[in-house]
T-cell receptor, first 113, second 113 residues
Framework: KAGVTQTPRYLIKTRGQQVTLSCSPI?????VSWYQQTPGQGLQFLFE???????NKGNFPGRFSGRQFSNSRSEMNVSTLELGDSALYLC????????????FGQGTRLTVV | LAKTTQPISMDSYEGQEVNITCSHN???????ITWYQQFPSQGPRFIIQ???TKVTNEVASLFIPADRKSSTLSLPRVSLSDTAVYYC??????????????FGKGTKLSVKP
């Protein structure tokens, strides 16, 4: 069974640009969550999508958005990038049956310059 | 979700047993206790999950007292490769909007030779 795949692995963007990150969950998993991890703030929850609907949302500005497709793949978008958006962005997939066992991807390392 | 409290950091030496305790005074009846391990620049990895008493797998043991207000992750005979951050989470195992996984700061375990 393939794991969670995140693309790209590394990304360098300039302030003011926008970026789109992709996450392919484990086959059969319908829940996809996104997290931002920085050295100072740790793992912070961005949002969760389940069956193409945003089910939960963390405390991030509207510049952070996401969506989920019918095949459960998810994308997150960050517009008007700021230096502080530099972080490791992690995606996690879960099944309905074992909701607290999340499988994480390797993450996308975003650097904003 | 119940809030968890765990030590910020712990040090150990190779070959020792390490016990990391997590407090979750407001744990709900339906909540399970789950532990994750995270290495630098990687996504967290599920280690173990339990509801009460003791659970053991090939990686660790989880001890949960009768009142379930705390839990202890036990790592037998740690090696340098066990150096990581360990997160304790509590939450409802079976779906629903409560299935949102919120990570705290975790416990940074440093294993020395």
């Amino acid at each position: 069974k393939a794991g969670v795949t995140q693309t790209p692995r590394y990304l360098i963007k300039t302030r003011g640009q926008q970026v789109t990150l992709s996450c392919s969950p484990i086959s059969g998993h319908r829940s996809v969550s996104w997290y931002q991890q920085t050295p100072g703030q740790g793992l912070q929850f961005l949002f969760e999508y389940f069956s193409e609907t945003q089910r939960n949302k963390g405390n991030f500005p509207g510049r952070f958005s996401g969506r989920q497709f019918s095949n459960s793949r998810s994308e997150m978008n960050v517009s008007t990038l700021e230096l502080g958006d530099s972080a490791l962005y992690l995606c996690a997939s879960r099944s309905v049956e074992k909701n607290t066992e999340a499988f994480f991807g390797q993450g996308t390392r975003l650097t904003v310059v | 979700l119940a809030k968890t409290t765990q030590p910020i950091s712990m040090d150990s030496y190779e070959g020792q047993e390490v016990n990391i305790t997590c407090s979750h005074n407001n744990i709900a009846t339906n909540d399970y206790i789950t532990w994750y391990q995270q290495f630098p620049s990687q996504g967290p990895r599920f280690i173990i999950q339990g509801y009460k008493t003791k659970v053991t797998n090939e990686v660790a043991s989880l001890f949960i007292p009768a009142d379930r207000k705390s839990s202890t992750l036990s790592l037998p005979r740690v090696s340098l490769s066990d150096t990581a951050v360990y997160y304790c989470l509590v939450g409802d195992q079976y779906g629903g909007s409560q299935g949102n996984l919120i990570f705290g700061k975790g416990t940074k375990l440093s294993v020395k030779p």
